[in-house]
């Protein structure tokens, strides 16, 4: 499984932006998806999983600011971050899970190469 990120950048707080996660090698369609984030010096951390059928759930600092959807037909995941904070600041992973059925955890995933989003 190959992942590649996209759609970080620097932005001002307030703003918004769409990253994109494009797999290969794989059927993304089959696998609960995730987006992970990290600050250098802390754990990586979970923000938002969409199950096979779409459904959704987001963790620690993304709740209701931030959404997960998927495209199955491009094999993309996309995550939607409004109201970017300073705080947001990070390299922000997509996941999937080396087993099927599951989702991405920290011990048991799939890394792409990161995207980082820098908030001022």
């Known amino acids: 499984v190959q992942l590649v990120e996209s759609g970080g950048g620097s932005v001002q707080a307030g703003n918004s932006l769409r990253l994109s996660c494009s797999a290969s090698g794989t059927k993304m369609v089959r696998y609960c998806m995730a987006w992970f984030r990290q600050v250098p010096g802390k754990e990586r951390e979970v923000v938002a999983t969409i199950d096979t059928d779409g459904g959704a759930n987001n963790y620690n600092s993304g709740k209701g600011r931030f959404a997960i959807f998927r495209d199955n037909a491009k094999n993309t995941v996309y995550m939607e971050m409004k109201h970017l904070k300073p705080e947001d600041t990070a390299m922000y992973y997509c996941?999937?899970?080396?087993?099927?059925?599951?989702?991405?955890?920290?011990?048991?995933?799939?890394w792409g190469q990161g995207t980082q989003v820098t908030v001022s």
């Open positions: 996941a999937a899970p080396v087993l099927m059925g599951n989702c991405p955890t920290l011990d048991s995933a799939y």
